[in-house]
């Protein structure tokens, strides 16, 4: 079974910075943003990896309060990102 958690991350001088928690979810970790552009990053196994579909949602969700549905893209299939053009999705 993979291992998984997630840390709250920052850039400083060109350097990955973090808190030095392992958090079980995508909004906890970002509950521990503490500084603007903060972001969460996926440890899979021992590895950083980024966010998949379902984590940038929950943390678009989390950190902005933004709900987000899959549409069809033309580029890549689907996406979870809300239509801006229409008010019932932001």
């Known amino acids: ?44 196994n021992g590895q ?7 984590e940038e949602r929950q943390f678009q969700s989390a950190m902005f309060g933004i709900e987000t549905s899959p549409r069809p893209s033309l580029s890549t299939g689907w996406v979870g990102w809300p239509n801006l053009l229409d008010p019932d999705e932001v």
């Open 1 to 44: 079974m993979p291992s998984l958690h997630y840390f709250a991350a920052f850039s400083d001088s060109r350097c990955i910075e973090g808190c030095d928690h392992e958090h079980a979810t995508v909004a906890s970790a970002v509950a521990c943003i503490s500084t603007a552009g903060g972001y969460v990053i996926a440890v899979e």
């Open 48 to 54: 950083n990896r980024e966010l998949n579909t379902e």
